[in-house]
């Protein structure tokens, strides 16, 4: 068992929850960043620095990709786990991360015709260091802290700022550097973040974590679940897993409209969208920041509504459905900006229109984000919680493919307004069906929790507040 660092707190918490803070903040930055620019230099012209595709292979190529990201962890935590342990996967992961933004940043005169070649390399990269980076971090948070502490929600409520802080300050100055200078230096940007991240790490883990991260985990807990795994399911756990079923599936749905921020609607910021504000053109990467900054502005108040609920706070099931209303709102606010401010190639929208798609979006998120991995841990039988976790960002991947796949029946000019109107009345539609039917399922699936779902003790605010902040971690 890992022992506690001695390194003394820092406003009430283990100085270590701080560098973790900015490990993290760090490698949100540089993923976000990167994430911010990656369609719009794929679609960029080849006389402007990009690679000059067409709207819907950018997006099916971005589907791929983010669901990569999802996938990945998955064999990245079984390394961790079972051989590498977290804090070698954080380095190991966070070095092959900045060498694909690294690499995705090598100008293209350097590159002799071999320039696509040389960007796969780098997405490549950037898929395998996710897979080793994303799933461990957040873990060893928690280590910092006995079992019954109370500081911990608070721990995961600074943690959690920290990568919504650098989920919004990657876009902007990343997006700034490659719209003033060019696409390669916005991912040399966000390989500098990265870059900070893994010395932060090198230069004071041991210090501030101690041994925290440094066994595999699963060697300590192996005999436990090899005994486990011989127990046949109980009817209550039968249940409870049709229930993370049912729920996965329909999180489907919302991460399908929900990953459109990154690919469809970055193109729409950037091709139908007045950017102008005082004489200065808004890049449309900046868009990307909103999410992150809307967390951290809204998750507190949304935290004290539930606080206000008490018991009558809806349930899990219930969340959802109203998640899936803030999506179609989203989507609702596109077509009345369609509508209402006309048609044709040369259309450009108000910015405030994006700033409300988001708004709601973002709300939506905050209703549902934060229940995923909850329901997971609460509902999964101990000796199937990894599988069940693994299935949870399964249909997450899923949702991100499927979203690029939708986005890329935008087409082109002034056929791409007309599609992006039928794609949103789509998504809308679709998301408001799929709230009708989770509300109408949401006894049932209650029911079948068999009192998991129950406050059986008092909540407060600070920890309705880590779970709202929860959904980047959820992200990652």
Not at 250 to 272: K, P, T
Not at 376 to 388: D, E, G, I, Q, W
Request: hydrophobic share 50%.
């Amino acid at each position: 068992m890992s022992s506690l660092p001695k390194a003394g707190d820092f406003l009430g918490h283990p100085k270590g929850l701080f560098l973790l803070f900015g490990t993290e903040m760090w490698e949100r930055f540089g993923y976000y960043g990167m994430r911010a620019i990656l369609v719009l230099y794929l679609v960029a012209l080849v006389q402007e620095g990009g690679f000059g595709w067409s709207n819907a292979d950018a997006l099916s190529l971005y589907g791929t990709f983010t669901m990569a990201v999802y996938i990945t962890p998955l064999l990245g935590g079984w390394l961790a786990d079972n051989v590498l342990g977290q804090r070698k996967a954080i380095i190991l992961g966070g070095l092959l991360m900045a060498a694909g933004h690294f690499t995705m940043g090598i100008p293209h005169g350097y590159l002799a015709g071999q320039e696509e070649n040389v960007f796969y390399i780098g997405l490549t990269l950037l898929c395998l260091g996710n897979g080793l980076f994303k799933p461990n971090i957040s873990t060893m948070v928690g280590d910092l802290y006995k079992e019954g502490d109370q500081r911990r929600d608070g721990a995961f409520t600074i943690f959690y700022m920290g990568i919504n802080l650098g989920g919004a300050l990657g876009p902007l100055i990343a997006g700034y550097a490659a719209a003033a200078m060019g696409w390669q230096w916005g991912f040399i940007v966000a390989g500098i973040g990265m870059v900070i991240s893994v010395l932060m790490q090198l230069a004071l883990s041991n210090k501030y974590l101690g041994d925290i991260g440094v066994v595999p985990s699963a060697k300590l807990s192996q005999a436990q679940s090899e005994s486990n795994t011989k127990e046949p399911l109980t009817k209550v756990e039968t249940d409870r897993i049709k229930v993370i079923f049912t729920m996965s599936v329909f999180s489907i749905i919302f991460w399908m409209g929900f990953e459109q921020a990154g690919g469809l609607m970055n193109l729409f910021a950037n091709d139908y969208t007045d950017r102008m504000l005082l004489g200065f053109e808004v890049p449309a990467s900046w868009f990307q920041s909103l999410n992150s900054i809307f967390i951290i502005v809204f998750a507190p108040l949304v935290a004290i509504v539930w606080l206000k609920l008490d018991k009558r706070e809806p349930n899990s099931p219930v969340k959802f459905a109203i998640a899936l209303i803030f999506l179609a709102l989203g989507f609702i606010t596109m077509i009345f900006a369609l509508m209402t401010q006309g048609q044709g190639d040369n259309l450009q929208i108000s910015m405030m229109w994006l700033v409300l798609f988001y708004l709601f979006h973002t709300l939506g998120e905050l209703c549902l984000s934060p229940i995923g991995l909850s329901m997971v841990s609460k509902l999964a039988p101990l000796r199937l919680a990894s599988m069940l976790m693994g299935i949870w960002f399964l249909c997450t991947a899923v949702a991100n493919k499927i979203a690029g796949f939708v986005g890329s029946f935008l087409g082109e000019g002034e056929e791409a307004v007309d599609n992006a109107m039928g794609i949103f009345i789509g998504l809308g539609a679709t998301a408001i069906l799929s709230a009708v039917i989770m509300y109408l399922l949401s006894d049932k699936l209650v029911k079948w929790m068999h009192g998991a779902e129950g406050h059986h003790e008092p909540q407060t605010t600070e920890h309705i507040l880590a779970e709202e902040l929860e959904v980047t971690a959820e992200k990652q």
